[in-house]
């Protein structure tokens, strides 16, 4: 009896863990489960018993067994793989010696960080930050750069506010980072697309569209594009900044990967036109702390007295604490190192995988092939959606991002997937590949309809 009552546990606790059994749910009857599997009711009743008293179901007298409501919040981390999340990697946060910084911070700047300060940032945060940015290639004055509190204040901030040249249109990469188009479609903003591949956007349409349709500015993503991670040359990056010069456009380079650049010679747009057509973003979320909330934005000295007049009406200053602690970490010299890290470990999970992707995907996909950053995108066979995917790898544990939400309506795809490494173990990168391989095999041979879940599939 003990070798079948352990069994039915099992099989009972399995599906708990892949979702075939929902919290709530009713198990079969001591008498249905003893007729299915030809075994004694004393087996079930054992085999219920024990899993009462492991918390994971629940007796309901004259009515029968469930599973227990605060099951589905038990996860073993162990068994994720998550190919979703774009934080930092959270074996390489600063937790410890970004701790003592803000303690030096409080010691050192006292109330000065505690009270309202500054509207544009820490004036010696600011000074740091032209001193990194110059390791960038982005040169420019501490009085051009405004602290926000992560970039996507600043794009908000920038998608709402006038600017010099009277245009009101904006265009962006298609597809392209979702937080930007959820500003765009909070303030409706008339936005235009032009398609962006590995290979690049076309230069002859960009003209174009500068030319004729009253742009605004044109966001871009120049190194390791979200969702594709494309890389723009130095040439293209030269020649879209000469045609925004020639039309009156501004840029709004969104550089939150760079630092991950294992190409010295890559330049930012930015530096081909220092004077005030590219408005540069740098973000430290991503590759540093993301709840510090803090970014920064070197701006034309045209646009910075409106930019702080949107600002104050959000949310006046960002953190003075978060600014100083910032401030003194700069000034040690651990942000350079932990730059070096970074480099390293991301570098690593992207080319483990490529490798995954190039030796397990199916013939009719197509993957995209960056040489670092965080992401990497898949397109599926034509009658698989991304949706399908997510939803079968969920039951799974494996988690993947739909990237539909990335395109303006026009353009929108139904079967890319976003890949994300930042987060991933390195060593479940191939299992997750091989498990995505599967779905996409499942539902490339067959139309997929998710059927109501089965109880004990003995």
Do not use: W
Request: glycine fraction near 4%.
């Amino acid at each position: 009896m003990s070798s079948k009552y352990m069994e039915i546990m099992n099989k009972i606790k399995m599906q708990l863990k892949v979702g075939s059994l929902v919290a709530g749910s009713k198990l079969p009857s001591v008498r249905q489960l003893s007729e299915d599997l030809s075994c004694s009711k004393n087996t079930v009743i054992k085999a219920y018993t024990e899993l009462e008293k492991e918390h994971l179901i629940y007796s309901v007298p004259k009515s029968g067994y469930y599973v227990v409501n605060e099951f589905q919040n038990v996860t073993n981390e162990y068994d994720v793989i998550d190919f979703l999340s774009a934080g930092p990697d959270k074996n390489v946060m600063p937790i410890i010696e970004f701790q003592h910084c803000m303690n030096k911070a409080i010691e050192q700047y006292k109330e000065e960080i505690l009270t309202y300060s500054d509207q544009q940032g820490l004036y010696s945060l600011r000074v740091q930050l032209v001193k990194y940015l110059q390791e960038l290639q982005v040169f420019t004055q501490p009085e051009r750069v405004v602290i926000v509190s992560g970039s996507q204040q600043a794009l908000n901030l920038l998608v709402s506010m006038p600017f010099p040249n009277g245009k009101n249109n904006i265009l962006i990469e298609q597809p392209t980072y979702f937080g930007l188009i959820e500003s765009i479609n909070l303030h409706q903003a008339t936005t235009f697309g032009i398609e962006l591949s590995m290979n690049g956007i076309d230069l002859d349409r960009l003209e174009y569209i500068f030319r004729n349709n009253d742009i605004k500015f044109f966001y871009i993503i120049p190194r390791f594009h979200n969702p594709l991670g494309h890389s723009y040359s130095n040439s293209e990056k030269k020649k879209i900044v000469e045609l925004a010069e020639k039309y009156d456009v501004y840029i709004i380079e969104d550089d939150f990967l760079g630092d991950l650049d294992l190409n010295t010679k890559s330049d930012p747009l930015f530096s081909f036109n220092p004077s005030g057509r590219v408005i540069y973003i740098k973000s430290f979320s991503k590759i540093f702390l993301p709840g510090l909330r803090i970014a920064s934005v070197v701006l034309p000295t045209v646009m910075i007295n409106n930019f702080l007049r949107y600002k104050f009406s959000s949310d006046f200053n960002s953190s003075t604490l978060s600014q100083g602690a910032l401030d003194i970490y700069l000034k040690s010299g651990m942000f350079y190192s932990h730059l070096k890290k970074i480099k390293e470990v991301y570098s690593a999970k992207m080319h483990i995988l490529q490798e995954a992707c190039a030796l397990l995907l199916p013939d009719n996909t197509q993957f995209t092939k960056p040489t670092s950053g965080f992401y990497l995108s898949i397109s599926l066979p034509a009658n698989v959606t991304a949706n399908q995917v997510v939803h079968m790898l969920n039951e799974q544990q494996i988690y993947v991002d739909d990237a539909s939400r990335m395109f303006l309506p026009e353009y929108k795809k139904e079967n890319i997937l976003r890949l994300s490494i930042s987060q991933v173990n390195e060593s479940k990168i191939k299992i997750g590949i091989e498990r995505l391989t599967q779905c996409i095999t499942f539902l490339d041979s067959r139309k997929y309809h998710p059927t109501p879940n089965k109880f004990l599939h003995f």
